[in-house]
C-alpha cells in the first residue's frame, strides 16, 4: 500500500495539500493547487521530483545544504552514530563525547575570545537562547533595565515570539501581535533605498546617526543587546558601506550594549571564510550558527559564547542557581557528528578556497547577465551569496507594485526553466546561495535560466503597460 501511495505523483500531491501545513505559504492558494513539486531525491546541485524532473538547487534548500546532496561521508556518519549512541542528553552536567569535541572544534575556529558552545536545534531557538542569555547577563549585573534589543529592518533572526518581533520584516508580524514591545529596530544598509547618491562615509556616518538617536530616545540603560548578520540574508542579500561594524560597533561599547552575530548563513565558508564576521569586522560577544554547521544533514545550532559573558553567566549561579534554560536535543550527538564530520570534509576538500573562487566566477556572471538589464536596480553579494533586485525605473529607483509580484513570478518562470532561486520577502528580489559544489558550467546555467526568466516577465509587464 505505501510503495503504490509512493509511486503516484498525484496521489503524493493530494496527500501533502491535504494534510501538510507549510511554513511561509499563502495557505489559502496551496489549498487550491497544492505543491509546485514534489522532490524526491537529490546528488550535488541536482535534485528530482515525482515526475522525474530535474532541477539545479540555486539556494541550497534554505541557505544551508552547503556541501551539496546525497553525501555519502555524511549520511555514513550519521548511522555510525546512531549505531553507537542515538540520543543523550546535556541536563544536569550529562555528556557525551561528540558534542564535547563539536564545542572544542569551534571555539578553536570561532574569532578570539569565544569560550564556551550551548547546542540547540535551529538557528530560531539559538537566537532565542541568546537573548535570554542577554537578559540573564544584565540581571546578574544588578542591571535589569537593560533588556531591550536592536535589531535592523529587514534583518531575519528566526521565527520564534521573540525572533519573530526580532526580524524586521513585517510578514513575520502580521496577525502575531509581534514584535513585543522591547524589540526596536533601526535602518537597514540598504543603499538602493536608504543611501542613493551617497558615498560609503556619507552613508556610514547616516546609519550610524541613526542608531546612535535610537539609544538615546530609548536610554542607553535599558538596551541590553543589538543583533546582525553580517551579510543580511532573507531581507535582500544586503552588504553594508565600508566602516559600517566599525563605527556601529563603536557605539555599541560606548554605550555597554552586546554585540550578537547572526552568522546562521555567513558561517562555515559562505563568504568564502569560517566566519562572516571576520570578513566585515564585525566584533561580537555572542555568536549564532546553525544550517551550514551540518549543511542542513542533521538539524543544529551553536550560541558560542565570549568569555567576557560566560564569566557573568557563571557567577549567576550564586544568585539564581541551577541555570535553566536548554531543550531535550540540546547537544544530541549524531548532530554533533555530522558537524565534527562536516567540518573536516570543508578543510579536507578546501572549500573555503572553492567558494572563494565560484564565488568570483557567481558574482561576475551575475554582474554581466543583470547590472545593464532595464529592470534591474542592483546586483549584490559576495562570494557564493548574491541577489538581483528589480525596480520599475532607475536613478532614482521607483518599486513595482507588490500587487504584481514580480520576484515570485521570476521564481515561477527560473523554476519552468529547471532553476530554483527563492523571491526574498518585501522586495522584488531574486536571491542566490548554491551548494559549495556547483560548478561553473552550473552557474552559466543557472544565470542563463534566470536571465531568461527576467526577460519573459519584462515582456508579460510591458504588454500589461507596467513597464516601459
Known amino acids: 500500500m505505501t510503495d503504490s501511495v509512493q509511486m503516484d505523483p498525484e496521489t503524493l500531491s493530494s496527500i501533502d495539500r491535504r494534510f501538510a501545513f507549510?511554513?511561509?505559504?499563502?495557505?489559502?492558494?496551496?489549498?487550491?493547487?497544492?505543491?509546485?513539486?514534489?522532490?524526491?531525491?537529490?546528488?550535488?546541485?541536482?535534485?528530482?521530483?515525482d515526475q522525474g524532473r530535474g532541477y539545479i538547487d540555486a539556494?541550497?534548500?534554505l541557505w544551508c545544504v552547503n556541501l551539496g546532496y546525497g553525501r555519502e561521508d555524511l549520511a555514513a556518519t550519521m548511522k555510525e552514530q546512531a549505531e553507537d549512541l542515538a540520543y543523550w542528553h546535556a541536563f544536569s552536567s550529562m555528556g557525551s563525547d561528540k558534542p564535547a569535541l563539536l564545542a572544542r572544534r569551534l571555539i578553536e575556529l570561532a574569532p578570539a575570545g569565544m569560550s564556551k558552545v550551548f547546542f540547540g536545534n535551529s538557528g530560531s531557538d539559538a537566537n532565542d537562547t541568546q537573548i535570554k542569555l542577554v537578559w540573564y547577563y544584565n540581571n546578574v549585573r544588578g542591571l535589569p533595565k537593560k533588556k531591550k534589543i536592536?535589531?535592523?529592518?529587514?534583518?531575519?533572526?528566526?521565527?520564534?515570539?521573540?525572533?519573530g518581533g526580532v526580524t524586521g520584516l513585517p510578514g513575520l508580524h502580521a496577525g502575531f501581535d509581534l514584535p513585543l514591545p522591547f524589540v526596536k529596530h533601526t535602518t537597514a544598509p540598504r543603499r538602493l533605498w536608504e543611501g542613493q547618491g551617497l558615498s560609503d562615509a556619507e552613508f556610514t556616518a547616516r546609519l550610524a546617526d541613526d542608531l546612535e538617536r535610537l539609544i538615546e530616545r530609548e536610554g542607553p540603560d535599558t538596551i541590553g543587546a543589538m543583533i546582525m548578520e553580517p551579510i543580511m540574508g532573507a531581507g535582500g542579500v544586503i552588504d553594508p558601506p565600508e566602516g559600517y561594524y566599525q563605527a556601529i560597533g563603536e557605539i555599541l561599547r560606548r554605550h555597554d550594549i552586546l554585540i550578537i552575530a547572526d552568522e546562521v548563513i555567513c558561517a562555515f565558508g559562505r563568504l568564502g571564510a569560517m566566519f562572516g564576521s571576520e570578513m566585515v569586522g564585525l566584533e561580537p560577544d555572542l555568536i549564532t550558527v546553525a544550517k551550514g554547521l551540518t549543511s542542513a544533514y542533521f538539524p543544529l545550532?551553536?550560541?558560542?559564547?565570549?568569555?567576557?559573558?560566560?564569566?557573568?553567566?557563571?557567577?549567576?549561579?550564586?544568585?539564581?542557581?541551577?541555570?535553566?534554560?536548554?531543550?531535550?536535543?540540546?547537544?544530541h550527538p549524531i548532530g554533533a557528528a555530522v558537524g565534527l564530520r562536516n567540518l573536516e570534509l570543508i578543510d579536507e576538500h578546501a572549500m573555503l578556497e572553492t567558494v572563494a573562487d565560484r564565488g568570483a566566477y557567481l558574482q561576475k556572471r551575475l554582474r554581466a547577465a543583470f547590472s545593464d538589464h532595464p529592470m534591474v536596480g542592483e546586483v549584490r553579494g559576495q562570494?557564493?551569496?548574491?541577489?538581483?533586485?528589480?525596480?520599475?525605473?532607475?536613478?532614482?529607483a521607483v518599486a513595482f507594485d507588490p500587487a504584481l509580484k514580480v520576484a515570485p513570478r521570476i521564481i515561477s518562470a527560473a523554476l519552468r526553466r529547471g532553476v530554483i532561486s527563492r523571491a526574498l520577502p518585501n522586495a522584488d528580489t531574486t536571491s542566490f546561495s548554491p551548494p559549495f559544489t556547483i560548478s561553473e558550467a552550473e552557474i552559466d546555467e543557472v544565470v542563463a535560466a534566470m536571465r531568461d526568466a527576467v526577460d519573459e516577465v519584462m515582456t508579460e509587464l510591458i504588454r500589461a503597460g507596467e513597464f516601459e
Open 59 to 61: 539556494m541550497a534548500g
Open 22 to 49: 507549510h511554513p511561509f505559504t499563502a495557505l489559502g492558494e496551496h489549498m487550491r493547487s497544492g505543491p509546485p513539486m514534489m522532490i524526491t531525491s537529490g546528488k550535488g546541485c541536482r535534485l528530482q521530483d
Open 150 to 163: 536592536i535589531a535592523r529592518e529587514r534583518g531575519y533572526h528566526g521565527v520564534t515570539i521573540m525572533t
Open 383 to 396: 562570494a557564493l551569496i548574491g541577489a538581483v533586485e528589480y525596480v520599475r525605473a532607475k536613478d532614482p
Open 301 to 331: 545550532s551553536g550560541c558560542i559564547v565570549s568569555e567576557k559573558v560566560w564569566e557573568v553567566l557563571v557567577e549567576g549561579g550564586e544568585r539564581y542557581g541551577v541555570f535553566g534554560h536548554g531543550y531535550t536535543y540540546s547537544s
